[in-house]
């Protein structure tokens, strides 16, 4: 016995072998099921339990190499080393595969579970590659593969957001859920959900009528905002540029028996005149803005939720020439008629929440109350407006075997009052009610189809039914193809969607009564999961095609007007993306994606794209953390192609516009920002970056008409804002500090 025992043991030690191995597998100290954990370079592994625990009971090479896979969580190598027990701290994929999303169903899914294809930004990610203090949603969203940022106008800077070419209105934004920001908050409200209230959005392609109503034919953007419960209890973050800028974020966490709640406050202050490209606006907007965000939720039995949050919103924004802004003479001469400026107050009260009932059945509450109020001036045009909208989605979610059934009723109070011609003595006042119905069927493990239905009612057009059919058919273990089939809606509100009725000097032609709009859309999505080598990574492939009649689209022709009316002919948008993440052991991570698009419109048989649509654009984000000094760099480039333009002409010497307009079509141009953050405690963190890295800025100004020696600059006949379609700030340079108590 003795020499068996002898032999076994010199072999063990010639060969190199080990026993047996175990461990355990955590994240942020919970343990984490269904792990696979396999030794390299051999059929030999195991999958941990729900205890997060492992044991591969045979005997291993001395030098054996652990390898550890789970989807959502990055990949990780550890060399067992005559250790009989290793312990993994995994760290979440940058590919996001599992995050848990809620937008496209409605319902808490797996991102990879989901019948309708949601693309997350996470607060991680936007803080490796922008600043925190000085972004919102309207920096965020410029990651996402065909989704643009498109300003309105040359002076002021009104932007909004579009996606696959389709104007900014027929993109819902939605808040927690609610949808609420309506046509007249759309212009500059969305500027106001800074970043530090976000723990991410979740991105929708394609028609989500039947769940989210008229505002969706593009895609829905629902921002949700981040846990109480999460937050440290004190935290700060200050940043500045080289444009003399200063932006800020203070928040504060507590908790009690019965409540956990946030309070922040965010801050930007920009006050410089720029001209760099001397047509004598500044090439910046000035602005003070201050956002003071609350959030509340109530620790219930049953971890029912009940969440409160308010947002109280102010923004001072201001353009226009030297004397307007200097001094901050606007505060006395705003609509004065011989110095040119914008000057734009915005009031913004928000109020939001879900409440999940004490009942067997699964019944909840979303609830909102939004006001809006806008005091501006442009030129010597005073646009006064407000805007109040209330909204309730009670929704009834019932699980029947293989069905998940998901219904409910809407009702949306909008009120809108302004100082035009529009609401003379009547102001527009409407009540939306609305019910939605969708099944989630799964047939099999691998194919599932959601059908829904949405019906509204408008008391000027009546019923509006809005169907949908999505499919989701698992092809394979790590591959997926999605279908979406449906129709959308739009009730136009040009006083507040067009930035043309209160600035520039093109007259407005509403040339007959605007009926809604309709579209009828179709989308594809094959996405695939691999490993490569010590990699692994995600590829999606998307087609998309919309069809709408009754389109209302701005017609730019005619010098000094545009005229609006239901198209008598059809408009289709139409392309295709690609999308290709990796993430590697180094640890360095990047992604790709190019989305090619064809935004047209058709009437009396002739054939004109879309202005500021672009025929294809381009998005690359890479970044690389330095474990040993804690540090991560990220680099974004951002390639917009070539888009249509209006058409405007450039004036001569004595004030005549000149024989040819200016090009009716763009360059394709880059924009590139790099950002290094550097942790120095868990406390304490520095970050610090260049934006637009090589200066680019568009060749011609933003403004048309401004130097008519017959008028004071911006009061000529001819003057025009609306050949903005790149940027005209030039590089700029930040640095900031973050510091947090937990």
């Keep these: 016995m003795r020499r068996l025992v002898f032999l076994f043991l010199l072999l063990n030690g010639t060969l190199g072998l080990n026993g047996q191995v175990s461990g355990y597998v955590f994240h942020d100290g919970e343990a984490v099921p269904g792990v696979t954990i396999q030794v390299k370079n051999l059929d030999l592994g195991a999958v941990s339990d729900p205890n997060g625990y492992f044991a591969i009971v045979s005997a291993l090479p001395k030098d054996a190499i652990l390898v550890v896979r789970s989807v959502g969580f990055k990949q990780q190598e550890k060399r067992v080393d005559n250790k009989a027990s290793i312990r993994f701290d995994l760290e979440v994929s940058d590919l996001g595969l599992d995050a848990v999303v809620v937008t496209g169903t409605m319902k808490p899914t797996m991102i990879t579970a989901s019948p309708v294809k949601v693309e997350v930004i996470t607060s991680k990610h936007l803080n490796t590659y922008i600043p925190a203090a000085a972004s919102s949603i309207m920096e965020g969203v410029k990651l996402i593969n065909g989704v643009q940022e498109v300003v309105a106008c040359g002076v002021c800077f009104t932007n909004s957001i579009s996606i696959n070419g389709l104007p900014g209105p027929y993109t819902a934004v939605l808040i927690d859920g609610s949808p609420m920001f309506g046509n007249l908050a759309s212009v500059y409200g969305l500027n106001g959900i800074p970043n530090m209230v976000i723990d991410r959005f979740e991105v929708i392609k394609g028609p989500n009528s039947t769940l989210y109503g008229s505002e969706a034919m593009a895609g829905v953007i629902n921002v949700i905002t981040k846990d109480p419960a999460d937050q440290p209890k004190f935290s700060i973050d200050l940043m500045g540029t080289s444009h003399l800028e200063s932006f800020g974020n203070i928040g504060v966490s507590t908790t009690t028996k019965r409540f956990k709640g946030f309070t922040g406050l965010n801050y930007a202050i920009i006050s410089d005149y720029d001209d760099e490209n001397e047509d004598g606006f500044s090439d910046l907007v000035n602005l003070d803005r201050y956002s003071l965000f609350s959030k509340w939720s109530m620790i219930r039995p049953n971890d029912k939720k009940f969440t409160l949050a308010g947002k109280l919103y102010y923004e001072d924004r201001r353009n226009g020439v030297e004397g307007f802004l200097e001094d901050r003479a606007y505060r006395s001469i705003r609509g004065n008629d011989s110095i040119y400026g914008e000057s734009i107050y915005t009031y913004r009260a928000e109020l939001f929440g879900t409440y999940e009932f004490q009942t067997a059945e699964n019944l909840k509450l979303d609830y909102s109350i939004s006001q809006h109020i806008q005091d501006s001036y442009y030129g010597a045009d005073h646009y006064e407006a407000e805007q109040t909208i209330a909204y309730t989605n009670f929704v009834w979610t019932k699980a029947l075997k293989n069905h998940t059934v998901i219904t409910g009723l809407t009702n949306r109070f909008q009120l809108y009052d302004d100082n035009t ?142 005229i609006y009316a239901n198209s008598p002919g059809y408009a289709i948008s139409r392309g295709i993306g690609f999308n290709w993440n990796q993430e590697f052991m180094m640890p360095l991570s990047y992604s790709i994606g190019f989305n090619y698009q064809k935004v047209t419109e058709t009437r009396d048989e002739e054939k004109r794209d879309v202005e500021f649509s672009p025929l294809w654009s381009s998005v690359f984000t890479a970044n690389y953390s330095w474990k040993a000094q804690k540090m991560t760099f990220g680099y974004t480039l951002r390639v917009t192609g070539p888009m249509a333009l209006p058409e405007v002409y450039d004036l001569n010497a004595v004030g005549d516009p000149v024989s040819n307009p200016r090009a009716t079509r763009s360059e394709p141009f880059a924009f590139q920002n790099i950002q290094i953050n550097k942790q120095f405690s868990e406390q304490f963190s520095l970050y610090g970056g260049i934006q637009n890295l090589f200066n680019y800025i568009q060749k011609q100004s933003p403004l048309v008409g401004y130097n008519d020696p017959n008028s004071p600059i911006g009061f000529s006949p001819y003057f025009d804002t609306s050949y903005a379609y790149s940027p005209i700030h030039g590089r700029e340079f930040y640095l900031g500090i973050k510091w947090q108590i937990d």
């Design 421 to 562: 011609v529009a609401t003379v003595n009547n102001p527009d006042n409407q009540w939306i009610p609305g019910w939605f119905v969708q099944d989630e069927f799964e047939i099999g493990k691998s194919f599932s189809l959601l059908p829904g239905l949405r019906v509204d009612h408008y008391s000027s057009h009546g019923l509006i039914p809005s169907p949908r059919l999505s499919t989701k058919w698992k092809v394979g273990d790590w591959t997926t193809l999605r279908s979406n089939f449906g129709t959308g809606f739009r009730v136009v509100n040009l006083f507040t969607e067009d930035h043309a009725f209160v600035t520039g000097q093109r007259e407005v032609q509403i040339v007959e009564e605007l009926k809604p709009e309709r579209s009828a859309n179709a989308s594809l999505n094959l996405n695939h999961i691999f490993t490569l080598g010590e990699s692994q990574g995600m590829f999606d492939i998307d087609a998309f095609y919309s069809y709408f009649y009754n389109k209302i689209i701005p017609n730019y022709d005619t010098p000094g007007q545009i």
